[in-house]
């Protein structure tokens, strides 16, 4: 077990350099935190017919996941019980059964060994076919359509995880015919550890205005407005950050909804026509979440932009390298042009070659490479930006940050993985379920947002 109190200092909001290199942290996260947290698989919308299948990733595991012939959704892990070969090589398809290609065993819908070729001449009828069914994975879920799986039958359920950041995501996720995520993935490897990039999607505002200032400049839209010019607008007033239960969270910037898009006629008209809805169901502030411009995570390995429309997975390959998937995240009632020009836009700019996914790898490459040093993981990492400037919120649930740039959701991320690293069962965990906000801000404490976020 690795000593996670030489790892982080939730008081200073400082974490070891080790956490982005070592092969010791990588194989306890893989332990505490993937096989016990809900990690992505897939949308409903990428599987929608009896016997659609999609292949991924839980931590380093292959999986399967198929539509049952009754509508439900399995998952897999994709690995032939015989002797191990990838039962499934596609991507995605639709299929009746997975067929080994090594020796031919067939696998149902359901992951049931349903067929052994020359099963009574060499076999003489005694393997147990019964018990020879691919590993299933131990719940599978899905909220407004995101499949999740989760490895561990004591993880609570996939609407008490996600919490009360199902509230927020609501807001887009619940409007305009629920979300959706179009085209296959777009796929490219990182040389970084996975933790790099769920940082810098969960909270890190503070980077847009340096690392993608010339990209910002050409792409235009309110965000390169706000951004490419480097002269800010008084940050109080542009947004918040906010972070819930089980280290999810998210950044957002009020008003710039359709942030970099260059023709945002459509966008913008679908919105307004769409903002009744939210408000009906959620409320001012929900109005106010639908129409900013979101960087999120989900704990552990899950982001999306939403504003800029693109949804993402960073699947651990090691401790120093990453398989990046990138789908458009889309409305299912958007007109088909405007999905179009949506996607166009997703690929240009965080797809395997957008100008500002590269601006991105770079950095999270070298945050990775750099600490390889023996010297420099002994030195630390800072997340303290806006510490004690956060609070709880009249309306708003969750820990809120008092402004778009800050580090509250890097912390918000960084408390939950070291209470994982730490908790030997999912009592330790459950039992601050209650206090956690206490525990971090002090019992009673006061909100220091500013007069503009009030409720
Ligand atoms: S390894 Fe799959 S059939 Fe032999
Ligand atoms: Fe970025």
Same mark, same amino acid.
């Given at each position: 077990m690795v000593n996670v109190d030489s790892l982080i200092d939730l008081d200073k909001a400082v974490q070891s350099k080790k956490i982005f290199w070592d092969q010791e942290v990588y194989d306890q996260e893989m332990e505490n935190i993937f096989a016990r947290s809900w990690l992505f698989l897939t949308h409903e919308s990428q599987i929608p017919e009896p016997g659609d299948f999609f292949t991924t /990733?839980?931590?380093?595991?292959?999986?399967?996941?198929a539509r049952q012939q009754d509508g439900s959704i399995k998952a897999f892990i994709n690995s032939c019980t015989h002797r191990g070969n990838q039962v499934c090589h596609a991507d995605s398809g639709n299929t009746r059964s997975f067929v080994?290609?090594?020796?031919?065993?067939? /696998?149902?819908?359901?992951?049931?060994l349903a067929g052994v070729p020359l099963e009574a001449e060499v076999y003489y009828n005694q393997l147990d076919k019964d018990s020879m069914s691919l590993r299933e994975v131990a719940q599978v879920d899905s909220y407004r359509g995101f499949v999740f799986g989760c490895f561990d039958t004591e993880t609570p359920p996939l609407a008490e995880w996600l919490g009360e950041m199902a509230w927020y995501m609501d807001s887009w996720a619940n409007t305009g015919g629920g979300a959706e995520l179009i085209g296959t993935p777009m796929k490219t490897i990182l040389k970084c550890n996975w933790k790099v990039p769920t940082e810098n999607f969960i909270g890190d505002g503070y980077h847009i205005t340096w690392t993608h200032i010339a990209a910002l400049q050409i792409i235009g839209g309110p965000l390169g407005e706000a951004f490419g010019s480097g002269e800010l607008p008084p940050l109080e007033d542009m947004g918040a950050q906010i972070t819930t239960r089980h280290g999810h969270g998210f950044g957002v910037i009020w008003d710039v909804g359709h942030a970099i898009h260059r023709n945002p006629q459509n966008y913008v008209e679908f919105?307004?026509?769409?903002?009744?809805?939210?408000?009906?169901?959620?409320?001012?502030?929900?109005?106010?979440?639908?129409?900013?411009?979101w960087n999120a995570s989900l704990f552990p390995n899950c982001s999306f932009l939403y504003g800029t429309n693109t949804f993402k997975i960073w699947h651990p390959k090691g401790p120093h390298e990453i398989e990046v998937w990138t789908w458009s995240l889309v409305q299912k009632n958007m007109s088909p042009e405007l999905k179009r020009e949506i996607q166009k836009e997703a690929i240009m700019s965080f797809g395997t070659a957008g100008t500002l996914e590269s601006d991105d790898g770079e950095n999270m490459e070298t945050c990775t490479r750099t600490n390889r040093g023996f010297q420099t993981r002994k030195g630390s990492m800072n997340a303290s930006m806006g510490l004690g400037v956060e609070g709880r919120h009249p309306e708003l649930p969750g820990v809120v940050g008092s402004n778009f740039i800050g580090e509250t959701s890097y912390r918000g991320f960084y408390r939950f993985w070291d209470e994982m690293m730490r908790a030997a069962s999912w009592d330790d965990i459950k039992k601050n379920d209650a206090t956690w906000v206490d525990r971090w801000l002090g019992e009673g404490a006061v909100s220091k947002l500013p007069s503009s976020q009030a409720a």
């Amino acid at each position: 077990m690795v000593n996670v109190d030489s790892l982080i200092d939730l008081d200073k909001a400082v974490q070891s350099k080790k956490i982005f290199w070592d092969q010791e942290v990588y194989d306890q996260e893989m332990e505490n935190i993937f096989a016990r947290s809900w990690l992505f698989l897939t949308h409903e919308s990428q599987i929608p017919e009896p016997g659609d299948f999609f292949t991924t /990733f839980m931590g380093e595991d292959p999986i399967i996941v198929a539509r049952q012939q009754d509508g439900s959704i399995k998952a897999f892990i994709n690995s032939c019980t015989h002797r191990g070969n990838q039962v499934c090589h596609a991507d995605s398809g639709n299929t009746r059964s997975f067929v080994c290609s090594y020796h031919g065993w067939a /696998f149902g819908l359901d992951g049931s060994l349903a067929g052994v070729p020359l099963e009574a001449e060499v076999y003489y009828n005694q393997l147990d076919k019964d018990s020879m069914s691919l590993r299933e994975v131990a719940q599978v879920d899905s909220y407004r359509g995101f499949v999740f799986g989760c490895f561990d039958t004591e993880t609570p359920p996939l609407a008490e995880w996600l919490g009360e950041m199902a509230w927020y995501m609501d807001s887009w996720a619940n409007t305009g015919g629920g979300a959706e995520l179009i085209g296959t993935p777009m796929k490219t490897i990182l040389k970084c550890n996975w933790k790099v990039p769920t940082e810098n999607f969960i909270g890190d505002g503070y980077h847009i205005t340096w690392t993608h200032i010339a990209a910002l400049q050409i792409i235009g839209g309110p965000l390169g407005e706000a951004f490419g010019s480097g002269e800010l607008p008084p940050l109080e007033d542009m947004g918040a950050q906010i972070t819930t239960r089980h280290g999810h969270g998210f950044g957002v910037i009020w008003d710039v909804g359709h942030a970099i898009h260059r023709n945002p006629q459509n966008y913008v008209e679908f919105q307004q026509q769409t903002l009744p809805e939210v408000i009906e169901k959620q409320g001012e502030w929900g109005g106010k979440m639908y129409t900013g411009h979101w960087n999120a995570s989900l704990f552990p390995n899950c982001s999306f932009l939403y504003g800029t429309n693109t949804f993402k997975i960073w699947h651990p390959k090691g401790p120093h390298e990453i398989e990046v998937w990138t789908w458009s995240l889309v409305q299912k009632n958007m007109s088909p042009e405007l999905k179009r020009e949506i996607q166009k836009e997703a690929i240009m700019s965080f797809g395997t070659a957008g100008t500002l996914e590269s601006d991105d790898g770079e950095n999270m490459e070298t945050c990775t490479r750099t600490n390889r040093g023996f010297q420099t993981r002994k030195g630390s990492m800072n997340a303290s930006m806006g510490l004690g400037v956060e609070g709880r919120h009249p309306e708003l649930p969750g820990v809120v940050g008092s402004n778009f740039i800050g580090e509250t959701s890097y912390r918000g991320f960084y408390r939950f993985w070291d209470e994982m690293m730490r908790a030997a069962s999912w009592d330790d965990i459950k039992k601050n379920d209650a206090t956690w906000v206490d525990r971090w801000l002090g019992e009673g404490a006061v909100s220091k947002l500013p007069s503009s976020q009030a409720a």
